[in-house]
């Protein structure tokens, strides 16, 4: 003969009454749950068929599940563990889960992002090891019921989140969610119970935590828990009248129809989604084909601007050795000359020399600007591939304004370089990080205002990357400009317009690197560009200079000073 605990274990469900699966048939889970929430067997087919992926309650996407589940289980099992919880043996336990019930769908009520319904189920089924006690005829104080919830629970494949409510209530919430409760949940239902027990002599379910912790982590006073348990108690009780499925022989071919029903529902509103599904994926045809275009338009409009700014700075150099040249065919005219009628041919000579040699060096120098455009071209297209090693960052600062110091002064800018406080090194190609860098700074330069300044520092962005920010006093670029800071050959300067290469070059110089320029904007008449860089792993974390702080950098003949001056 099997113990009583045997018995409660192998219980094949518990069934729903009569009249609950009655109006799950008439009509949808939606429409009908408020007056079905009160019945345990309906909580458990809306736990089961819920699972665990739904943060809220989806009453439709249940509602098949739900109805599959109750005529499987009508058809093999019949009444069999039907309880009648108006019987006055059932009663205090059924009077108990629906107290915990009303009491935690309230609670969660004032907890944010706690489901009320859910914890409704919860509330309801926390009492789950005695309701089976009950369905197998047996007594709550035969068996550990606690254990028997968790074995039932694992039987009939209901969610962790309602497993760890009805066999580990004991539990505290931190060891309840290692086995896969809701900490939020649990908890809740966990001061339900405590609730309940508060009320009432009658049996009441063990709970493993703090009364004054699990207010603290709900964030809820004494007061006001008291409030609700006050509200709860005047919620209306459920009916007294419970039938056995088994007592309605036509009961599972209701179940049936109104599956065929819902399943043809389904089958309308599945139509519907894939005509939506259809749509959408026109839409985003449409959408595509459109990016497409557009992204066309902008490869035509930056090639034509790269065209533009390809084909100025090339044809001024152009110009310039077109006309010397001319010249100096005129020039050569003259050697044409009867040689008779040269009194002096080394003083001739002379001459000739004297007015050639300047047109030939302007050749020279121009055919040698348009080997510097199209090396800086190259190097932006087509970088060579870096030699990464461990970079100074304080010879970093020094050589890059070294670089631009000859400029600085013909402009009459002040050069502001703070460097690292410590000895502090990044990643990367020491040249292409150089030219990245100098790049910036004599962009600073050529927008600073005569006497002005322009100027480096060093920040942490984070632990793995180091900021260069390069700042000046000029006004910064123009709105419209923004989206073609880091086009080539696009310069902002109208007048003694520049090149166009140098912010184009530092970008792709630092991406070369794992690393990024990007325009911080303009901010109370500070103008910024920032160089990132990663930084190397043994990199000490306290080397970075605080501020805008100044100094001469490894004795350069650059005045610096702090850029707040």
């Known amino acids: 003969m099997k113990s009583p605990g045997e018995a409660a274990k192998e219980l094949p469900w518990l069934p729903s009454c009569a009249r609950s699966l009655v109006a799950l048939a008439r009509s949808p889970l939606a429409s009908s749950w408020s007056q079905l929430k009160c019945d345990p067997g309906i909580a458990l087919l809306v736990a089961r068929a819920w699972g665990v992926a739904p943060v809220s309650f989806q009453p439709r996407a249940c509602d098949a599940k739900v109805l599959r589940t109750a005529l499987n289980h009508l058809r093999r099992h019949g009444g069999s563990g039907f309880v009648d919880w108006a019987r006055p043996d059932c009663a205090v336990v059924y009077r108990t889960a629906l ?8 609670i969660a009520h004032r907890v944010p992002a706690c489901d009320p319904h859910r914890a409704w189920v919860g509330g309801l089924l926390a009492s789950l090891g005695w309701m089976a006690a009950l369905a197998a005829k047996c007594s709550c104080d035969e068996f550990d019921s606690p254990a028997v919830a968790r074995r039932l629970c694992r039987r009939w494949h209901l969610p962790s989140w309602l497993t760890t409510i009805a066999g580990h209530l004991g539990l505290t919430a931190e060891l309840a969610s290692r086995l896969g409760a809701d900490p939020l949940l649990f908890r809740v239902v966990q001061v339900a119970v405590l609730l309940r027990g508060r009320e009432t002599v009658e049996p009441h379910l063990p ?7 699990l207010l603290a982590y709900l964030r809820l006073s004494s007061e006001q828990v008291e409030h609700i348990a006050r509200t709860a108690a005047s919620a209306p009780l459920a009916e007294s009248t419970w039938e056995s499925p088994a007592s309605q022989p036509l009961l599972a071919d209701m179940l049936e129809l109104a599956l065929r029903e819902r399943r043809r ?5 599945v139509g519907r989604l894939h005509d939506d599904i259809d749509r959408l994926h026109e839409a985003l045809a449409a959408t595509h084909a459109d990016e497409n275009r557009r992204l066309q338009a902008l490869k035509l409009s930056a090639l034509a601007e790269f065209a533009a700014g390809a084909g100025h700075e090339i044809n001024n ?10 010249f100096l065919l005129r020039r050569l005219e003259l ?7 040269i009194d002096n041919p080394a003083e001739y000579l002379a001459n000739l020399r004297q007015q050639l040699a300047p047109s030939l060096q302007k050749i020279v120098g121009q055919t040698q600007r348009i080997h510097s455009i199209l090396t800086d071209l190259m190097q932006f ?4 591939s870096p030699r990464t090693q461990a970079v100074d960052v304080a010879a970093l600062i020094h050589e890059a304004a070294a670089e631009v110091d000859a400029l600085a002064q013909e402009r009459g800018i002040r050069l502001v370089c703070a460097g690292p406080e410590l000895p502090l090194t990044v990643q990367g190609d020491p040249g292409q990080l150089r030219t990245s860098l100098a790049a910036l700074l004599r962009n600073a330069v050529e927008a600073a205002p005569t006497g002005g300044w322009a100027g480096v520092r060093v920040e942490q962005a984070d632990h793995h990357r180091l900021v260069f920010a390069v700042e000046d006093s000029g006004p910064g670029p123009g709105p419209l400009a923004y989206e073609h800071l880091f086009d080539p050959f696009f310069s902002g300067r109208t007048a003694g317009r520049g090149r166009g290469m140098g912010l184009p070059t530092a970008w792709r110089l630092a991406r070369q690197q794992d690393g990024d320029v990007r325009f911080d904007g303009t901010h109370d008449g500070i103008t910024r560009f920032s160089l990132v860089i990663p930084i190397l792993a043994d990199t000490p974390k306290c080397a970075y200079a605080n501020g805008q702080s100044g100094g001469a950098q490894n004795g350069s003949s650059t005045a610096h000073e702090p850029a707040g001056e």
């Open 99 to 106: 107290r915990q019930a009303h009491l935690a769908e309230a």
């Open 207 to 213: 709970v493993g935590a703090d009364w004054g912790e």
């Open 265 to 269: 529902d389904d089958t309308g509103l």
């Open 317 to 326: 150099p152009l110009a310039v050795i077109s006309g010397q040249a001319q």
């Open 335 to 341: 050697v044409d000359g009867p040689a008779e009628e």
């Open 381 to 384: 297209a087509r970088p060579a």
